[in-house]
């Protein structure tokens, strides 16, 4: 009887200790390789994206981030973002003052999660004056649409001071003509405001540009070929 007891116990305990026992979900292990050093124009705002990664562990655990040692005129739109990875962080970066001092500084992005604790990233930030005209200068192959008639030439482009490119033989109307195009870096637009170019020929347009590409809807007075026309060209490096 007393055997009958003492097993009766033990087995109880057993179950109970069982019972009692807790399940704990290993550690997360994420992966975040997008840091690299990104350039803020001083009067703009940048998308800067991370994504992060679920590897192993609590794949329902959240992961916070933030971004550390903004100089004083750089902000976020959000100072933290939070997410369950697989999933992407997108931050803004905004300058407060269009006079935003210009240099690069060394920044980190931080991440948290209850399990791993913090982790952190160093990059760099620079606050630059951005100059897109250093982007599209070289030789330009060009379809003009005219009013009066459509054909190719080619164009060549050099920069002239910040987001001012000078293009000769634009409109194929001479390679002693010279235009001037002020490029808007923000919008990607441009602008020829009204302009003798050469060979009597005045020019005025706007348009918009890309990578290695300009497309420019302008009007021509005093084209080579006599009177004026209205024009689109398209214009690829």
């Known amino acids: 009887m007393r055997n009958c007891v003492l097993l009766s116990l033990l087995t109880l305990t057993l179950l109970a200790g069982s019972c009692s026992k807790s399940s704990t979900n290993p550690p997360i292990s994420i992966l975040v390789d997008t840091v690299t050093n990104a350039y803020l124009n001083h009067d703009d705002s940048l998308h800067l994206p991370f ?3 679920f590897l192993t562990g609590n794949f329902n655990e959240e992961v916070s981030l933030t971004i550390e040692g903004l100089p004083p005129t750089v902000k ?3 100072d933290t973002i939070k997410g369950i990875p697989t999933f992407t962080a997108d931050f803004v970066l905004y300058t407060t003052s269009a006079a935003a001092p210009l240099g690069y500084y060394p920044v980190r992005l931080v991440t948290y999660s209850y399990s791993t604790g913090y982790k ?7 606050v630059v004056h951005y100059n897109c005209s ?10 003009n649409a005219c009013a009066t008639s459509n054909y190719n030439y080619t164009a060549s482009a050099s920069a002239s001071g910040n987001n001012i490119l000078n293009v000769v033989n634009f409109g194929g109307y001479g390679l002693n003509t010279n235009t001037r195009i002020n490029l808007d870096c923000n919008t990607d637009s441009v602008t020829i405001t009204r302009q003798l170019i ?5 020019v005025t347009g706007h348009g918009h540009f890309e990578a290695n590409k300009l497309v420019i ?3 021509a007075e005093n084209i080579p070929t006599g009177g004026n026309d209205n024009c689109t060209v398209t214009m690829n490096k």
């Open 198 to 202: 050469g060979n009597g020929v005045t």
């Open 120 to 126: 952190t990233y160093d990059f760099t930030l620079g």
């Open 134 to 143: 250093s982007f599209l200068t070289g030789s330009y192959t060009c379809q």
């Open 217 to 219: 809807a302008y009007t």
């Open 51 to 53: 994504e992060v990664r």
């Open 76 to 78: 976020m739109v959000y």
